[in-house]
């Protein structure tokens, strides 16, 4: 009799047992990314956004001449010129250095990048690409940032959900989701264009943010549950913005400050914003303006001597540096590579600060270090 009243028991425990280690197998593959390596706290992470977190997409985009793929770009990188805006590690490359992830995140146009090298998380970022997709038509062609979500969710999400058996926030919840653009629609959109005459900037910067709040929602129905906005910097220091500038008005800089400094307040704002049109996300807010900011303001604390000259010799559109030019030999003390990117010296503070900050005034309400460590509810 025991033995027979034993058996629904048996039967209960065995269907628990199998619901468990279904759950738990698709757990420890989902975050096989971090239990191999024992040591990160985030899976990885998919990046979005401009040439300050592009890793080298546009180097398999025919047509774009916003490229990055030669010497003395690189000059202080492992693999040498790789397509990053900068002579070493860029943004994307020193967040990852902070998370401990065990390699460098692959670009999405590369062929190479499928099956295992996905595990870690995948780079979209296109230089001269912009929130906006009618942003960037000047560099050639660039991958808007609503094609670099459309790249996501129908080719790399699909092969992912093959490779560790999961699905949806199951799958994503444990991913950084960095988006990194708004810049270039400024510089190679709304100034550029003659927008500026006829547009307010207000109203400008409000449809910016909104295009990034729907672009934000849809990686959220998705299943990211995790983002970090990247501010965008004081455009106004760049070499590029002052020799532009020289010939125009004093204002001219200024006005370049006060347009990131609009935006930020926007970006900032919409943390709080969105957060309960997207349940379960945590959404952080890095302050590179800020960062940048007090480098300029007091570089020889952080040991920068020169903040105003582009490191390399630049091209003729100011902005990129000539392809086989020079460069100087104290990179490190350098705020800027070109006319437009900071050097790996200034990445690298940035993201020190993007990971570790407690000051709420650089990452917003906390650090990326809190958000990785984050266990999201499925
Ligand atoms: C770019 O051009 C190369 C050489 O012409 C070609 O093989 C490749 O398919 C093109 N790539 C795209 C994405 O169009
Ligand atoms: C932004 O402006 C464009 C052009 O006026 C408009 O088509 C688009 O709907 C706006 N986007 C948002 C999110 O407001
Ligand atoms: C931030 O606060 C944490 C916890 O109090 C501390 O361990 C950490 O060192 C602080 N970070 C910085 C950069 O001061």
Redesign the pocket.
């Known amino acids: 009799m025991a033995a027979r009243d034993s058996k629904p028991y048996v039967q209960y425990f065995y269907f628990l047992y199998l619901s468990v280690f279904v759950v738990l197998q698709c757990v420890l593959l989902c975050e096989s990314g971090y239990n191999m390596e024992g040591r990160a706290e985030t899976n990885g992470m998919f990046v979005f956004g401009s040439s300050l977190v592009d890793n080298g997409n546009n180097n398999f985009v025919n047509g774009s001449v916003a490229k990055a793929d030669y010497f003395p770009y690189g000059i202080d990188f492992p693999l040498g010129p790789s397509g990053r805006f900068c002579n070493g590690k860029n943004m994307i490359d020193a967040l990852g250095e902070q998370l401990k992830l065990p390699h460098f995140v692959p670009v999405f146009t590369d062929p190479m990048t499928k099956g295992k090298r996905l595990v870690h998380g995948v780079n979209y970022a296109s230089g001269g690409s912009g929130i906006?997709d009618d942003t960037g038509s000047v560099s050639g062609r660039v991958i808007t940032l609503n094609q670099q979500i459309r790249n996501f969710e129908e080719v790399t999400q699909p092969d992912l959900e093959t490779l560790l058996g999961c699905k949806g926030t199951e799958l994503l919840s444990n991913y950084l989701f960095v988006v990194g653009a708004g810049g270039n629609d400024y510089l190679l959109n709304y100034f550029l264009s003659g927008a500026s005459k006829t547009l307010p900037i207000q109203d400008f910067t409000?449809?910016?943010t909104?295009?990034l709040?729907?672009q934000l929602k849809k990686l959220h129905s998705l299943g990211a549950r995790k983002f970090v906005l990247i501010s965008i910097y004081p455009m106004g220091y760049t070499p590029i913005v002052k020799a532009m500038c020289s010939s125009a008005s004093e204002g001219c800089t200024a006005m370049m400050n006060q347009a990131a400094l609009l935006f930020n307040s926007r970006l900032k704002a919409l943390v709080d914003e969105i957060k309960p049109q997207m349940p379960g996300s945590n959404i952080v807010y890095i302050n590179t303006y800020q960062i940048i900011n007090d480098i300029i303001s007091d570089p020889a604390s952080r040991g920068f001597t020169d903040t105003i000259n582009p490191c390399c010799e630049v091209g003729a559109n100011g902005i990129l540096c000539k392809r086989e030019g020079s460069a100087c030999l104290n990179r490190n003390s350098h705020v800027f590579f070109d006319g437009l990117h900071p050097t790996e010296a200034v990445n690298v503070v940035m993201m020190e600060r993007a990971y570790a900050s407690n000051l709420t005034a650089e990452a917003y309400p906390f650090n990326v270090k809190t958000l990785a460590s984050l266990s999201t509810h499925l």
Do not use: Q
């Open positions: 906006l409000a449809n910016l909104a295009t709040s729907n």
